[in-house]
């Protein structure tokens, strides 16, 4: 990739961002589409999110993506917040316009498009999500927007799951919310999702849950992408689980960043096809 006088720029800020896959998803995306664009990322303490975020803002920047742990703080030296931004309360991805920060965040809708690629129907389906951190919120959210019937959270910090419920349970009145941290097994559920941080690098051993509780026909998918087979997609796969794996929804929530940028929708089949190689 090749930069002069006028390329624009866009950035990951957060810390840490050494690992971050984002980079080379984006700078793929802006070659595709043959821009004149870059993108970076930028390791942020808290102490220096103000300053960093009024740097961005001077230095012209046409996006950023945020990250841990700065997702909720960003909010307040922003300008306005779209509704996935609101409803989530965390922000993962800024546009900027005219020196305006526009928050928005694309972890709920990256989650969705990779089920519908997935072509996993949720209609009247009971779905189990573990845990509520800033992801497994996000998703919550979003699913609690489709036409599941149920739809439980276990988390380590059982009164996160409380909250997030309670939460939840003022989105849509049609679902059956619950706790499932007491349950002794999960056999009911149709959708297993692994929003925990729990089988990330390094701890490539550890699993969630003991898939025994599992019923065989549930689909897995976990949001964890490093590494692309975690354990619990491991034994999933060797118990004949259908699977889908984090990277998808990595990259579907990076194209929906892209789209926001972009301001339109752009041609993702063969960008998805050719990440999704890439990282495989
Ligand atoms: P987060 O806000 O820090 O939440 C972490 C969650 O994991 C909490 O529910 C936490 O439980 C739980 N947890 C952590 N260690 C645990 C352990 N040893 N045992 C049981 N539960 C444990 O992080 P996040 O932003 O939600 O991210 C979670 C994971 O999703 C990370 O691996 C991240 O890389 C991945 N992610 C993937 C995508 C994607 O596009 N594929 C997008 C976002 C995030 P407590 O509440 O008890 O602490």
């Known amino acids: 990739m090749e930069t002069d006088a006028d390329t624009k720029l866009y950035a990951l800020i957060g810390n840490p961002v050494t690992k971050s896959l984002s980079p080379f998803i984006h700078n793929y995306v802006f070659d595709f589409l043959n821009q004149n664009k870059i993108y970076i990322a930028h390791k942020i303490d808290k102490g220096n999110l103000a300053n960093s ?16 742990p700065h997702k909720i703080n960003v909010i307040e030296y922003l300008d306005d917040l779209d509704v996935s931004a ?19 965040n694309t972890d709920g809708i990256g989650f969705l498009d990779m089920l ?4 996993v129907e949720l209609r009247g389906k009971k779905s189990l999500i573990l845990g509520a951190g800033g992801a497994a919120r996000a998703i919550a959210i979003i699913l609690a927007g489709t036409q599941i019937s149920h739809l439980s959270v276990s988390n380590r910090t059982n009164e996160r799951a409380d909250l997030l419920i309670e939460e939840l349970r003022q989105v849509n009145k049609e679902i059956v ?9 999960f056999r009911e559920f149709d959708l297993v999702i692994n929003a925990t941080s729990v089988g990330m690098f390094p701890n ?18 976990d949001i964890v992408y490093k590494p692309h087979l975690t354990k619990f997609l491991k034994l999933g796969l060797e118990r004949g689980h259908r699977v ?37």
């Open 204 to 221: 490539i051993d550890e699993t969630p849950i003991d898939l025994e509780m599992i019923n065989e026909d549930a689909i897995l998918c």
């Open 244 to 280: 889908i794996f984090g990277i998808e929804m990595l990259i579907a929530q990076a194209l929906a960043s892209q789209e926001i940028w972009q301001g339109t929708k752009i041609d993702k089949v063969e960008i998805k096809r050719e990440l999704q190689e890439r990282f495989s």
């Open 86 to 104: 609101k409803n989530i309360g965390a922000v993962n991805t800024i546009k900027i316009v005219e020196g305006k920060l526009m928050g928005y």
């Open 116 to 119: 519908e690629e997935n072509e």
């Open 53 to 68: 975020i009024k740097a961005i803002k001077a230095l012209g920047y046409g996006g950023i993506n945020v990250t841990t």
């Open 177 to 185: 919310f619950s706790n499932a941290f007491k349950k002794h097994n």
